[in-house]
């Protein structure tokens, strides 16, 4: 019998690693900072800002590899874990899913609808919001910046910190940005 049970620990230490992202019943993961909302991006416009956080949509889908990665590997990273809590207010989107969105524009549409209508295909793809009024434009065309498919911790970092900074209002496309926070964090020469 005490052998079993060492078995079953055993097995139950892999099966669910510490710190793994749980899981929810759509078959996306549900980090503690995920916000759950009624999917009207107005109000979570509204919201967001209200809390003084910039709203950012992530689409995800069941099995996505690179989207393990991400919640697994890269949003875990301490100052980019401190970033999404501390700046972002994160609505998640199905690339699949059957629930009712209501875009910026209050066209009303499935969560799969409203990816094909934003150009969404990959997964995950993080959609960026500006700030301010979005008045009458689809949420793609108000997103500050696109950041589709799985990226390393320095360069999802380094795009969060130029949303927060506004930087696609700047001078400084994020590219040179983030060559220069490269350079300046010591990671290249």
């Known amino acids: 019998m005490r052998i079993t049970g060492i078995i079953m620990a055993a097995f139950l230490a892999i099966a669910v690693p510490a710190g793994a992202v749980e899981m929810g019943d759509d078959g996306l993961h549900k980090p503690t900072w995920l916000e759950d909302t009624f999917l009207d991006l107005r109000e ?3 919201e967001a800002e209200g809390q003084g956080k910039r709203l950012l949509i992530i689409w995800e889908q069941r099995g996505c ?4 990665k991400m919640h697994n590997e890269i949003f875990p990273d301490p100052a980019i874990d401190a970033l999404i809590r501390e700046k972002f207010y994160v609505v998640q989107m199905n690339l699949f899913g059957d629930i009712e969105v209501t875009d910026l524009d209050g066209t009303v549409m499935s969560e799969r609808d409203m990816a094909g209508r934003w150009g969404v295909i990959f997964t995950p793809t993080m959609m960026f919001m500006r700030d301010g009024e979005a008045g009458q434009v689809m949420g793609a065309e108000f997103a500050a910046a696109t950041m589709p498919g799985a990226f390393g911790t320095y360069t ?21 940005y983030h060559a220069r926070m490269l350079k300046e964090e010591g990671v290249i020469e």
């Open 44 to 46: 979570d416009l509204t």
């Open 65 to 68: 590899i690179y989207c393990n």
């Open 156 to 176: 999802t970092r380094h795009l969060m910190e130029w949303i927060v900074q506004k930087g696609y209002d700047g001078e400084e496309p994020f590219q040179k």
